[in-house]
């Protein structure tokens, strides 16, 4: 039997494509010809970026409790 550990966001992004979360948001939100990418992907990036998770230093941002939150956009001190 062979073992294989996957990462956290490999099965993150798997699950993603597998409910085609770009597809949905795609369809809701088509994108212009001329962008490099959709709004589907982006949102995808974006939640798979919030799934690494940062730590206490971007809580409070969103009023999100340390160890929940992800990263942000928020300026030093806020």
């Given at each position: 039997?062979?073992?294989?550990?996957?990462?956290?966001?490999?099965?993150?992004?798997?699950?993603?494509?597998?409910?085609?979360?770009?597809?949905?948001?795609?369809?809701?939100?088509?994108?212009?010809?001329?962008?490099?990418?959709?709004?589907?992907?982006?949102?995808?990036?974006?939640?798979?970026?919030?799934?690494?998770?940062?730590?206490?230093?971007?809580?409070?941002?969103?009023?999100?409790r340390?160890?929940?939150?992800?990263?942000?956009?928020?300026?030093?001190?806020?």
């Open positions: 039997m062979v073992e294989k550990r996957l990462g956290a966001l490999l099965v993150a992004a798997e699950f993603l494509r597998w409910l085609d979360v770009a597809g949905i948001v795609d369809e809701v939100c088509p994108g212009g010809a001329s962008a490099r990418l959709t709004h589907g992907q982006v949102i995808e990036a974006a939640l798979l970026n919030d799934a690494g998770g940062a730590g206490p230093a971007a809580a409070g941002c969103f009023g999100r340390p160890g929940v939150s992800a990263r942000s956009p928020c300026p030093a001190g806020a």
